[in-house]
């Protein structure tokens, strides 16, 4: 099971990047998927999620309007486009994958998750 995320750097205020995520070793249309980030000093945050089947997504209110989030199940990669970033966006960037196998339409969580990935660094500054 392995979530490797990529796309970080250092990114001036106002900019863009855009994350990755390559999930291997499992049935990827049965997980959602999340993006979360911890900042030094600060709590593990949710930033955003969506549901194994990609009808649902969620985002934190402080990157709602900037962050949109999307998942290709064939090519079994989901992506996080965050714009307008800000430096309170600085953080270290983890995948998550939440198993949700239900049949069912579901909504994913931002609240916990099953697996993470190593994370990458996301750093906004001048």
């Known amino acids: 099971f392995e979530l490797v995320e990529s796309g970080g750097g250092l990114v001036q205020p106002g900019g863009s990047l855009r994350l990755s995520c390559a999930a291997t070793g499992f049935k990827v249309d049965d997980y959602d998927i999340g993006w979360f980030r911890q900042a030094p000093g600060k709590e593990l945050e949710g930033v955003s999620c969506i549901s194994r089947t990609g009808a649902n997504t969620q985002f934190a209110d402080s990157v709602k309007g900037r962050f949109t989030i999307s998942r290709d199940n064939a090519k079994r990669t989901i992506h996080l486009q965050m714009n307008s970033l800000l430096p309170e966006d600085t953080a270290t960037y983890y995948c998550?994958?939440?198993?949700?196998?239900?049949?069912?339409?579901?909504?994913?969580?931002?609240?916990?998750?099953?697996?993470r990935g190593p994370g990458t660094q996301v750093t906004v500054s001048s």
């Open positions: 998550t994958a939440d198993y949700n196998p239900s049949p069912s339409p579901s909504i994913c969580t931002l609240s916990y998750f099953d697996h």
